[in-house]
């Protein structure tokens, strides 16, 4: 079997072991193949004091995620969530284990992917179309289109008339916005974003979930998204993902249900929606409260 139909053979090879707890048929046929398929990651960061003793972020971490899937994945703080979206971004090599993307190993970024950070990532001396236009440039795509595609996501988040502003001159939810078309534009199969909404306040936070949700219902994006927010990860999950502790691995999988669109405001009298909220945060309680052995 050559290298490449062995690629294509793994992707439909159905989970085994610890993976067979992330099934969920209702999520996607389960004769799909897997899109990203990351198995027994393990990353190990070297202390500064203790070269001897290195922290182990991640242990033993697999996840598989089928193309158009949207998963959010919740966890304690320092818990490696962040580690995993940048091994699977190509921005962090991992100790052991593997991702892979269609079938071939991830060894540094590719142009399927893009990252949407929490802190923007803007450049201040750039206007808002130059700086979507920033991923382009970098990818060596300016071309006759290139001005036009970047204008459409411009208005597909809403922006439509401050092309020619500055991020100084926007609020934090429009320089999100922002950060959000410059992924777009490059046209990824796969959105890696790392609590993209932590920094705005709550009413900008349920607006720019809606608008996600609206702008990926449109785009068929496959997105994992890391939230420390259990109801932004039901409202915009097709699967959740609860992690461990530190050294992070998955600790359950949580099929949502809830039929779409969602919202904080039309959920919160459900009892579907209250009964997962509290099934996730017991989860998540037991792996920080005092003398569990999972504070360090």
């Not at 090879?13 to 027994?40: C, F, H, V």
């Amino acid at each position: 079997m050559t290298m490449q139909e062995d690629g294509r053979e793994r992707l439909r090879r159905p989970m085994i072991g610890k993976r067979e707890q992330q099934s969920d048929p209702g999520a996607a046929d389960e004769d799909t193949p897997y899109l990203i398929q990351a198995s027994n990651l393990v990353v190990e960061y070297e202390r500064a004091r203790d070269k001897t003793a290195p922290l182990v972020a991640l242990q033993d971490f697999s996840l598989d995620v089928r193309p158009g899937e949207f998963v959010t994945i919740v966890g304690p703080s320092g818990c490696g969530k962040s580690t995993f979206l940048n091994v699977v971004a190509g921005l962090q090599v991992p100790t052991a284990g593997e991702v892979l993307i269609e079938g071939k190993p991830v060894t540094g970024p590719g142009p399927e992917r893009a990252m949407v950070f929490q802190d923007y990532g803007l450049l201040p001396w750039r206007t808002v179309i130059k700086n979507v236009l920033f991923g382009l440039e970098m990818q060596g795509r300016v071309d006759s289109q290139a001005h036009e595609r970047v204008r459409h996501y411009i208005q597909l988040v809403g922006l439509s008339g401050f092309e020619h502003a500055y991020p100084r001159e926007l609020s934090g939810g429009m320089r999100q916005r922002v950060g959000l078309a410059r992924a777009l534009a490059i046209e990824p199969r796969i959105l890696l974003m790392d609590e993209p909404f932590a920094a705005v306040d709550l009413i900008t936070r349920e607006l720019m979930q809606d608008e996600l949700a609206r702008i990926i219902a449109n785009t068929g994006k496959t997105v994992i998204f890391v939230t420390h927010s259990v109801d932004e990860a039901i409202i915009l999950g097709d699967r959740l993902v609860v992690v461990s502790a530190r050294p992070g691995h998955v600790k359950k999988v949580v099929p949502v249900g809830l039929p779409r669109p969602r919202s904080e405001r039309g959920l919160r009298s459900s009892l579907e929606y209250s009964s997962m909220r509290e099934q996730v945060w017991e989860e998540l309680v037991t792996e920080v409260r005092p003398g569990s052995g999972r504070m360090d």
